[in-house]
């Protein structure tokens, strides 16, 4: 056999770094759809709060607590 100078990478060299490379983003992927999952449902929980808020200052404001018309039941 003749020894040559390898210039380049391998089949195998190649086929290791785009294994790594579609594991890695594959992971990324995972994580961006979790943290959108997250997002969503905090924004849920921020609505749900403005909501309730909402409600209890119209009611506050009506005057009247949790008896009917100023106390009278």
Known sequence: MSA?????FTLL????????CA??????????S???NHISSL????????VAENRLVFLRAQGDDWHGKNGNK
């Open 34 to 36: 979790e943290h959108i």
């Open 4 to 8: 040559k100078k390898s210039l380049g």
């Open 23 to 32: 594991v890695a983003g594959i992971a990324a992927m995972q994580a961006t």
């Open 43 to 50: 924004e849920e929980q921020t609505y749900a709060s403005w």
């Open 13 to 20: 060299e190649v086929m290791v770094a785009l294994s790594i």
